[in-house]
C-alpha cells in the first residue's frame, strides 16, 4: 500500500514536503514517482527515484522540486519550494517494480498507486 501525505495549502512561494510510504513490500525494489493532476488535466510525472537512487524530475519544476528516497524509512520524498498557483492539484505517488535500477520514468507506467494529497498554492 502507498500512502502520501504532506499536502495542504501554502502560499506562493512558500515550500512543502511531501512524504510517501510504501508497506507491505521490499521498498528497495521499487522505484517510486511522483505525479500531480489538477483539475480538467491529465496526471502528469512530476519527479521520480530509482531504486539505485538516481532521480528525474520534470522540467516544469526542475529547479523548484527535488525528490529523494530513504530506503530505511521505506520512504519517498517531494521537496517543493518556490510554489506556484499552477501548481495545484493532487499529488500521487506511485510504486513500479524495478530492482537493482540507475532508471526511473516519469510516465504513469506504475503499477502501484496512492490516493493522493491535495496541494492548493493560494494567497
Known amino acids: 500500500q502507498l500512502q502520501a501525505s504532506g499536502g495542504g495549502l501554502v502560499q506562493p512561494g512558500g515550500s512543502l514536503r511531501l512524504s510517501c510510504t510504501l508497506s507491505?513490500?521490499?521498498?528497495?525494489?521499487?522505484?517510486m514517482g511522483w505525479f500531480r493532476q489538477a483539475p480538467g488535466n491529465e496526471r502528469e510525472g512530476i519527479s521520480c527515484?530509482?531504486?539505485?537512487?538516481?532521480?528525474d524530475i520534470a522540467d516544469s519544476v526542475k529547479g523548484r522540486f527535488t525528490t529523494f528516497r530513504d530506503n530505511a524509512k521505506n520512504m519517498v520524498y517531494l521537496q517543493m519550494s518556490s510554489l506556484k498557483p499552477e501548481d495545484t492539484g493532487v499529488y500521487y505517488c506511485?510504486?513500479?517494480?524495478?530492482?537493482?535500477?540507475?532508471?526511473?520514468?516519469?510516465?504513469?507506467?506504475?503499477?502501484?498507486w496512492g490516493q493522493g494529497t491535495q496541494v492548493t498554492v493560494s494567497s
Open positions: 527515484a530509482a531504486t539505485f537512487g538516481n532521480t
Open positions: 507491505g513490500f521490499i521498498f528497495d525494489e521499487y522505484g
Open positions: 506511485a510504486a513500479r517494480y524495478s530492482p537493482k535500477s540507475d532508471y526511473c520514468s516519469l510516465r504513469r507506467d506504475y503499477g502501484y
